[in-house]
């Protein structure tokens, strides 16, 4: 089955950019996604990314994603202390018209001063 | 702005006990979900609904759990038996269906304890 794999913590200064990487493993995704979550809060999403696409730019969020490599990053510039957050990579299949995403466990990104 | 909502947010039980999970989805949205997320695993898909139906669910989805649309506005997740290994956070979301409204919006999730 699909598995979507990520680093659990990162921890930046602030200010410095931040990059949350992300693989998985189904050839056929259409969509990747990035999901956030604060404490007490559910997930919300924060950006997505088309799999015909490379990249796409947010504001501070940048999202690259290398097809071959199965590989997504999600870059967050001047990363600030209310960035600090759960980013969870997630995917959907490109078959069936599933909007179920595969979630990875989540990255903590921890934002010192 | 419109949000998913959940109640409550911890719920500690007995093994063995029946336990219903509330979620109240975005007004006008068709499609409703239930996730689990176990401490320290991933997110998992358990079931989705629409139009009074299961459409689709995981394997994790087996006959102790139910879901149900009672009312216009409310979207439970029953557990009939409560198992230790069902402690972890419960994730409700929802999503409109329409034109353009692919996005799940969750709620902030319900904290399942078995002791």
């Known amino acids: 089955g699909e598995d979507v794999e990520q680093s659990l913590f990162l921890s930046v200064r602030e200010g410095d950019s931040s990059v949350i990487n992300c693989t998985y493993t189904d050839s056929s995704s259409t969509y990747l996604y990035w999901y956030k979550q604060e404490p007490g809060a559910g997930l919300q999403l924060l950006t997505y990314?088309?799999?015909?696409?490379d990249m796409k730019q947010d504001q501070r969020l940048t999202v690259l994603l290398n097809k071959k490599d199965k590989h997504l990053s999600l870059r967050i510039a001047d990363t600030q202390t209310g960035d600090s957050a759960i980013y969870f990579c997630a995917e959907t299949p490109a078959s069936g018209g599933s909007y179920i995403p595969t979630f990875g466990r989540g990255t903590s990104l921890i934002v010192h001063p | 702005e419109p949000e998913v909502t959940q109640t409550p947010s911890h719920q500690v039980t007995q093994m063995g006990q029946e336990v219903i999970l509330r979620c109240v989805p975005i007004s006008n949205h068709l499609y409703f979900y239930w996730y689990r997320q176990i401490l320290g695993q991933k997110v998992e898909f358990l079931v989705s609904?629409?139009?009074?139906?299961?459409?689709?669910k995981s394997e994790i989805f087996d006959d102790q759990f139910s879901v149900e649309r009672p009312d216009g506005s409310n979207f439970t997740l029953k557990i009939r038996s409560t198992k230790l290994e069902d402690s972890a956070m419960y994730f409700c979301a929802s999503r409109s269906g329409l034109a353009g409204g692919d996005e799940q919006f969750f709620g902030p999730g319900t904290r399942l304890t078995v002791l």
């Open positions: 609904f629409y139009n009074n139906e299961i459409s689709e």
């Open positions: 990314i088309f799999s015909n696409m």
